[in-house]
């Protein structure tokens, strides 16, 4: 079946550390992939999303590639600030519209 | 603000007991879908309305059920609760949804509603 596999958190950076948070996936087919954020006691964001292989979504200095080979969906940053403190999930969408998220991993930005 | 509504925002209950959770859909949008978030299984769909009709259903417990309304509002109801449904529950809308050829299109979660189980 279809399934989500996040690194386990929590990981603690200090500000302006390149972030990495690894995302891989299980699937038939061409899902769609995205990156959800949850600040702290809110609802989750769609933070950026990629639609097929070699994708490239991106938002706020956030990248991802979406990568067929690997199975792949890695979240990235060049330099994080306090403000990014918060949770990610990944998550995995096909045409009947429900997602399939990742545990959510904890990131923690320390000044 | 993603114009996902839903009520109440807090709600502390006992054992046995039934709770109506409500949610608006921005403005627009045909479907809504129900997550619950709870620490031990993380994120887990529920279930899915498109347009009135139920569209998809996941890890749902037969004492919940839920419906959606023709203003396109959507109501979970979660009965003979038991403490293990305590949990953050979601509800997210999307502007499609009806499962046709297309890649499926953007969910705009709405801040969630917290039950307590007591």
């Known amino acids: ?111 | 603000d993603s114009g996902v509504t839903q009520t109440p925002k807090h709600l502390i209950t006992a054992t046995g007991q039934r709770v109506t959770l409500r949610c608006s859909p921005r403005s627009g949008d045909l479907s809504v879908y129900w997550y619950q978030q709870s620490l031990d299984q993380g994120l887990q769909f529920l279930i899915q309305y498109y347009n009135g009709e139920e569209r998809a259903k996941g890890n749902i417990l037969e004492r919940f059920s839920a419906q959606q309304f023709p203003d396109l509002h959507s109501e979970l109801n979660l009965s003979s609760l038991e403490l293990g449904d305590s949990a953050l529950y979601f509800c997210a809308s999307s502007v499609d949804g009806s499962g046709g050829a297309g890649k499926p299109y953007e969910q705009y979660f709405g801040p969630g509603t917290r039950l307590t189980v007591t």
């Open chain 1, 1 to 111: 079946g279809n399934s989500v596999t996040q690194m386990e958190g929590p990981v603690t950076l200090s500000e302006e550390a390149f972030l990495t948070i690894n995302c891989t996936y299980t699937a038939t087919g061409y899902p769609s992939l995205f990156w959800y954020v949850q600040y702290p006691g809110e609802g989750l964001q769609l933070l950026l999303k990629a639609t097929k292989a070699d994708d490239k979504g991106s938002n706020k200095g956030f990248e991802a590639t979406y990568r067929k080979e690997t199975t792949s969906f890695h979240l990235e940053k060049g330099s994080v600030q306090v403000s990014d403190s918060a949770v990610y999930f990944c998550a995995l969408g096909r045409n009947t519209g429900k997602l399939i998220f990742g545990q959510g991993t904890t990131l923690q930005v320390k000044p």
